[in-house]
Nanobody
Framework: QVQLVESGGGLVQPGGSLRLSCTAS????????MGWYRQAPGKERELVAR???????DYGESVKGRFTISRDNAKNTVYLQMNSLKPEDTAVYYC??????????WGQGTQVTVSS
């Protein structure tokens, strides 16, 4: 079992940047995939970005070229660098860990609001 805690959310103007962090309660070395998902009011939760143990990445179409996911196994942390933010990026952002053979791990979420 592992607990995930997100941080770094907040209010930012359109065009601005934020960096989200997801810190785990233990080593993430064995966690096969770490990802960021988001859910806006009235919408389904959707993939933002994910990264494998080997460093392969995958992004949702709407964030490609603007967001970057990275993982620091030594710090038990996954980051999401978000640039050129748009109002439609407003959502609660969740961190998820997938370890084969166990239920997925989810954080409690952090609010990102993009507004002038």
């Amino acid at each position: 079992q592992v607990q995930l805690v997100e941080s770094g959310g907040g209010l930012v103007q359109p065009g601005g940047s934020l960096r989200l962090s997801c810190t785990a309660s233990r080593s993430i070395f064995s966690i096969n995939v770490m990802g960021w998902y988001r859910q806006a009011p009235g919408k389904e939760r959707e993939l933002v970005a994910r990264i494998t143990k080997g460093g392969s990445t995958d992004y949702g179409e709407s964030v490609k070229g603007r967001f970057t996911i990275s993982r620091d196994n030594a710090k038990n942390t996954v980051y999401l660098q978000m640039n050129s933010l748009k109002p439609e990026d407003t959502a609660v952002y969740y961190c998820k860990g997938t370890e084969w053979g166990t239920p997925d791990y989810w954080g409690q979420g952090t609010q990102v609001t993009v507004s002038s």
